[in-house]
């Protein structure tokens, strides 16, 4: 599918009069009309709950604007549950899924009554010993080993993960937390990333409802809700075909049907836990083009680097380039786009054939609206840029300014001499 920037060259323009480049630019109505085809493609399950994956884009106007439609949060760690609470998002719209979870964030995700999916068989017991008790509501990881080959052969290794329980693992779990006084039980599970088959959803569901129904036989545990997690991925690149939310929403329908409501299990929740679906493609890094490098290779130098978005750095992954004011010229220069970085695998794209490019041109680099700017860091005291939110009605507004030199040196405020620094 052509990738079409939803931005122009004369909005950067207007934009940059006020908000400096680099930033991270988001679409309200991109994201709105999204996180609606999810509630619809679900409507069938009547406790049906997606709960955003905070990490994927921590920033509470964004997570204001899902709840709106229902979704809470996924949390991992004591800052996003705060971040969650912050936003009024807490009880039982937080699922607290995190691992080597120290005893701090479980304490502060039972305090803000957080459903807490436990990683590991020894968290049972290490979670007793944290409150004093267990919750009367909790969730487990499983992880079926082995290699997963779905459909059109995505694969990925279970096996080599460090998430989640084991088969049996899990089966005695369930017994030892119903012995305990459990009351609410729920399963989880996250196998692959970043897929982009509508046949994920449907292919785990499989997996997890036939355990569930095991469950029910083996330890007279009836599951509450059954957790498919993330995974759910985006079309990073025009040749690939975007995964169709209401058909994977009607291919779980259907396992469901099949395997959960014979078993007298049709009351079971559905929980999702999904990021980069939720916003990955609604966001966009804009940069501008500072230099033109010619040796052995053409670079075109640009004002944003790795610690905006890292994937391309760490993964190699794939992000669009559109070249704003020029998306009907060729394709027909080839370029890497780095930035400042004294890193070489600081690049956005190599080797990409763009049209050709000038000084002072904007690039949009797509799809950073999911764990983009939040696995930014400050290698070479580079600073994080702002955000932005481009909202219904064409007008822009910051949710989270740029970084100051103040804030790179703020940790510093237990030295006098750096007090001025940090101001
Ligand atoms: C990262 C993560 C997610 C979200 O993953 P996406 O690939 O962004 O959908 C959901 N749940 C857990 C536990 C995660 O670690």
Redesign the pocket.
């Given at each position: 599918m052509e990738k079409k920037a939803f931005v122009t060259k004369e909005q950067i323009e207007e934009i940059v009069k006020t908000y400096p480049t680099p930033f991270h630019i988001y679409d309200e109505k991109g994201l709105r009309a999204n996180a609606k085809a999810v509630k619809e493609a679900f409507a069938w399950n009547k406790g049906y709950k997606e709960?955003f994956?905070v990490?994927?884009l921590p920033n509470p106007f964004i997570m204001n604007i899902l709840k709106e439609y229902g979704v809470g949060s996924?949390c991992?760690s004591y800052t996003e549950l705060m971040l969650a609470d912050k936003c009024g998002i807490n009880g039982n719209n937080i699922?607290f899924?995190?691992?080597d979870t120290p005893a701090a964030d479980f304490i502060l995700a039972d305090k803000v009554g957080a459903t807490i999916?436990l990683d590991d068989f020894s968290h049972i017991e290490f979670l007793e010993k944290t409150l004093g008790k267990l919750p009367e509501r909790l969730s487990l990881?499983y992880n079926p080993g082995g290699v997963v080959t779905i459909s059109n052969g995505i694969m990925d290794n279970p096996g080599d993960a460090k998430?989640g329980m084991t088969k049996e693992q899990i089966i005695e779990a369930y017994k030892i937390l119903k012995s305990k006084g459990v009351k609410e039980f729920g399963m989880?599970a996250?196998i692959v990333?970043?897929t982009v088959t509508n046949d994920y959803y449907p292919f785990l569901a499989k997996q997890l409802f036939e355990l569930a129904v095991e469950i029910k036989e083996k330890t007279g545990v009836s599951l509450n809700f059954i957790n498919l997690?993330?995974?759910?991925?985006i079309a990073y690149k025009p040749e690939q075909t975007p995964n169709d939310i209401k058909i994977i929403g009607e291919g779980v329908h259907k396992v469901f049907d099949e395997i959960l409501v014979p078993a007298g299990l049709g009351d079971v929740s559905i929980y999702t836990?999904?990021?980069?679906?939720?916003t990955?493609p609604y966001g966009m890094l804009v940069t501008k083009v500072l230099h033109e490098k010619k040796i052995y290779k053409d670079y075109i130098g640009v004002d944003a680097c790795a610690v905006n978005l890292m994937r391309p750095a760490i993964y190699g992954a794939y992000h669009h380039i559109t070249v704003l004011g020029k998306e009907d010229k060729p394709c027909d220069h080839k370029y890497d786009v780095t930035g400042s970085l004294c890193e070489n695998n600081d690049k956005f794209a190599v080797d990409r054939m763009l049209p050709e490019i000038e000084i002072g041109d904007y690039l949009a680099i797509h799809d950073t609206g999911?764990?983009g700017f939040a696995m930014g860091y400050n290698y070479n005291g580079k600073l994080k840029s702002a955000e932005l939110l481009l909202k219904e009605d064409g007008s822009v507004q910051l949710i989270r300014r740029a970084e100051k030199p103040s804030d790179y040196f703020s940790t510093f405020d237990c030295f006098p001499e750096f007090a001025d620094l940090a101001k």
């Open positions: 709960f994956a990490k994927a996924d991992s699922m899924s995190s691992n999916n990881r998430y989880h996250f990333s970043n997690s993330g995974g759910v991925g836990e999904m990021g980069r679906f939720m990955g999911a764990h």
